[in-house]
């Protein structure tokens, strides 16, 4: 069981930094900077990892992203990166929350058969639902920080872009 625990965190591990890297690639080739403009400096690594662990802002790593526990500010109070651009882009903290939901899950599941393995099965359930509403709740903030960063290193988190309304042209109606 041990065995197969060490396996399924590597396996994660190793999606967490397959995604990562796709996005560095991604972001370098969708890049295009206007002549004479100079490039923002590459953050490392580990410099954008602790940005996330302090709820900080990738781009800057001053700004805080969260407001309150569960509040995020729109965009960076520092250097004015806009956090999510998208409305869809919740899906990608959520897929982060339902894989520490359920690697929480399978270990608390190992160490209750290990440690109580008379306990029935209706107890075992309650049990391990808390402990996976409790890990939902206290890694809620740092998955959507893990996700700014990966939209920074993506190339998708900057300014919001200008919307039509506020230009005052509107697309033609379908139909007109």
Not at 122 to 128: D, G, K, R, S, Y
Not at 142 to 166: C, I, K, N, Q
Request: net charge positive.
């Amino acid at each position: 069981m041990a065995a197969a625990l060490v396996v399924l965190a590597m396996l994660a591990g190793l999606g967490v930094l397959l995604a990562i890297a796709m996005a560095r690639d991604d972001g370098e080739g969708a890049r295009t900077e206007a002549a004479g403009a100079q490039a923002a400096p590459r953050v490392a690594g580990a410099a954008l990892l602790r940005r996330a662990a302090g709820r900080r802002c990738p781009r800057c790593g001053r700004g805080r992203v969260f407001r309150s526990y569960v509040k995020m500010n729109p965009q960076c109070t520092e250097c004015g990166a806009v956090f999510w651009v998208d409305e869809g882009e919740w899906l990608g903290p959520f897929v982060l929350d339902y894989a520490s939901a359920t690697g929480v899950a399978i270990i608390a599941w190992a160490a209750i058969e290990l440690l109580a393995p008379q306990i029935g099965l209706i107890p075992e359930v309650m049990l391990l639902c808390a402990v996976v509403i409790a890990s939902l709740l206290l890694s809620f903030p740092w998955t959507r920080s893990l996700w700014t960063v990966f939209l920074y290193v993506a190339g998708a988190m900057g300014e919001r872009p200008a919307r039509a309304e506020a230009t005052g042209t509107h697309p033609p109606r379908a139909g007109a």
